[in-house]
């Protein structure tokens, strides 16, 4: 049977053709030398020719440079430096997410060069570059005014809390639905997979509080959040707490209203509100409890004929509490520029 000989490795078709020359040198017939390797018979001349007129060094494999590349290194970083941390907008684009089609558009206006889909893949990968699912900011986030809370206003807060033998709790609140999909499952392509549930819609709302020693508190209600209902979870909050409270919650209009600021006034200092910078819910610790209650198998798993969706979310929050671990891995301190 004759052997391909693109089909070994470099090293081996090296090693073959050395061995081959030498048993040639030592009186072997070529023919036979080239049968006992599996090669065809011009194989064996062709090696020993070019043994003969350049030496040894002639028979030694070379790494293949392949096609050259059409863009230099130089080039290709000057590719980076326009996508890393840049909108597609910016250069004119009406897309605000970098694909390899705008890449190679790009690719094109600047050096004139058009390459494939593939090659544009492959010089993201040696860039390091991924695809990944962006966060969402607001435009009108204020920077300066998140690295002020940052670096000043919180830890003022830990500080003060200290002092006042006080806890710190992050606050905030979340809707759930029964008809939401909170996962994927595998069908076949082009067949989008039905599963079944209740044809009543329900909904459900949910506040909840955690800090970093692994506290965590939950309560579930109906509708929308008013400034009364965020006053009567307060309540339930504080109802037979020893130390004092400085909870941290977001600008939502409900937790500025005057019956907060009354309530709050009438604790005489035991609980205090403290406000996150707007547009800034990734300063909240407490979002990624809601993060974790929506991925959970509990939450991916329909609700049965007859069954309520209230009993069910109260289930997950109350095994989040049930489990401090867990709620010190959803308080990271690289949230927050200081730990409490």
């Known amino acids: 049977m004759r052997r391909d000989g693109r089909r070994p490795a470099r090293n081996t078709l090296e090693e073959m053709r050395m061995l081959a ?19 065809n018979r011009s194989w064996a001349y062709k090696i020993r020719a070019r043994a003969a007129e350049h030496g040894e060094q002639a028979l030694r494999s070379i790494k293949g440079t392949g096609r050259p590349r059409t863009l230099t290194a130089a080039q290709e970083q000057r590719v980076l430096r326009w996508i890393n941390g840049r909108n597609p ?25 058009t390459l494939s889909l593939t090659s544009i893949g492959a010089m993201l990968a040696r860039l390091e570059l991924t695809p990944q699912k962006p966060l969402q900011r607001a435009y009108e986030r204020d920077p300066e005014a998140i690295e002020r809370w940052q670096r000043e206003t919180y830890p003022a807060i830990v500080t003060r809390a200290r002092e006042e033998n006080a806890d710190i709790f992050f606050w905030d609140e979340s809707g759930f639905r029964a008809d939401s999909v909170h996962g994927k499952t595998w069908a076949p392509r082009g067949e989008t997979p039905v599963v079944e549930r209740p044809g009543q819609r329900q909904g459900m709302s949910a506040a909840s509080a955690v800090n970093s020693k692994g506290a965590f508190w939950f309560a579930t209600y109906e509708g929308g959040l008013t400034g009364e209902l965020f006053v009567a979870l307060l309540r339930k909050l504080m109802f037979k707490r020893k130390k004092a409270i400085h909870l941290i919650v977001d600008g939502l209009a409900a937790h500025r209203k005057a019956v907060v600021k009354d309530y709050v006034a009438g604790t005489q200092g035991k609980l205090t509100l403290h406000f996150l910078p707007g547009y800034a819910p990734d300063l909240n610790p407490d979002e990624l409890v809601w993060s974790h209650v929506k991925r959970s198998r509990i939450a991916r798993r329909p609700l049965q004929k007859g069954e309520k969706l209230g009993p069910r979310i109260h289930e997950q929050l109350a095994r989040i509490g049930q489990n401090p671990m867990l709620v010190r891995g959803v308080h990271p301190s690289t949230i927050l520029s200081t730990s409490e």
């Open 21 to 39: 020359v030498q048993r040639m040198a030592g009186g072997e017939h070529p023919d036979e030398v080239a049968a006992s390797f599996g090669m």
């Open 89 to 113: 907008m910016q250069y004119g684009f009406d897309f605000g997410l970098w694909t390899r089609n705008l890449v190679r558009e790009l690719v094109h206006r600047k050096f004139d060069v």
